[in-house]
Structures are given as structure tokens and as C-alpha cells.
């Protein structure tokens, strides 16, 4: 099995930035895809961003230019970037690993944006 641990969301105010923090951890061998996907009350879950299998780096078109993905130095750690947050980027984001076919997904933490 494989664990996904995520932190950092929170309240902001408009134009601020949070930082999210996910580690995975258990048995893992090899990772496909990492990254984040975020959900909005009664809307479908979304990528954020994310790390492709094949060296890609993908974003929401909502999110370039403002979000930025990266990893730690250990490979199973990814960090996201939020900066000059709207009050439509208030959603819960989940962290996501695919290893082969199997998906992995996080708690989940809550980022609201609002004055």
C-alpha cells in the first residue's frame, strides 16, 4: 500500500500564497505520475498540477503562471507553489501518485481564499 500525506492548505486572503506539501510513503517502486488535483463544491475533481512518467511537467490552464509544482529530494515528495490565489482556486487539493495502474490519492487539505 501507499500512503499520501498532504499539508499545508489553509484560509488566505486574495493575492496571497500557501505552499502544499504531499509525501508518500509505503511500498513504492516506481512512480508514473505525481501531483496535485483539486475539487470545488459540487464540481468534478480537477488537475492542478502534476509530474508525468514522461519527464512533463502539466498545468491547468487556470493556474499558469500563478502555481508552480516541484519535487523534494526525495522523489516521493512534491511541494505546490500557490501564489496570487483567487477566490475561485478554493477547493480541497488532493495529492495524487500513480504507480502502474494503481492511483493513490490523499486526505485531502482545504485552501479557501476569501477577504
Known amino acids: 500500500q501507499v500512503q499520501l500525506v498532504e499539508s499545508g492548505g489553509g484560509l488566505v486572503q486574495p493575492g496571497g500564497s500557501l505552499r502544499l506539501s504531499c509525501a508518500a510513503s509505503?511500498?513504492?517502486?516506481?512512480?508514473?505520475?505525481m501531483g496535485w488535483y483539486r475539487q470545488a463544491p459540487e464540481k468534478q475533481r480537477e488537475l492542478v498540477a502534476a509530474?508525468?512518467?514522461?519527464?512533463?511537467?502539466n498545468y491547468a490552464e487556470s493556474v499558469k503562471g500563478r502555481f508552480t509544482i516541484s519535487r523534494g529530494n526525495a522523489k516521493n515528495t512534491v511541494y505546490l507553489q500557490m501564489n496570487s490565489l483567487k477566490p475561485e482556486d478554493t477547493a480541497v487539493y488532493y495529492c495524487h501518485l500513480r504507480q502502474v495502474r494503481d492511483d493513490y490519492w490523499g486526505q485531502g487539505t482545504q485552501v479557501t481564499v476569501s477577504s
Open positions: 509530474f508525468t512518467s514522461g519527464g512533463t511537467t
Open positions: 509505503g511500498k513504492i517502486f516506481i512512480i508514473n505520475d
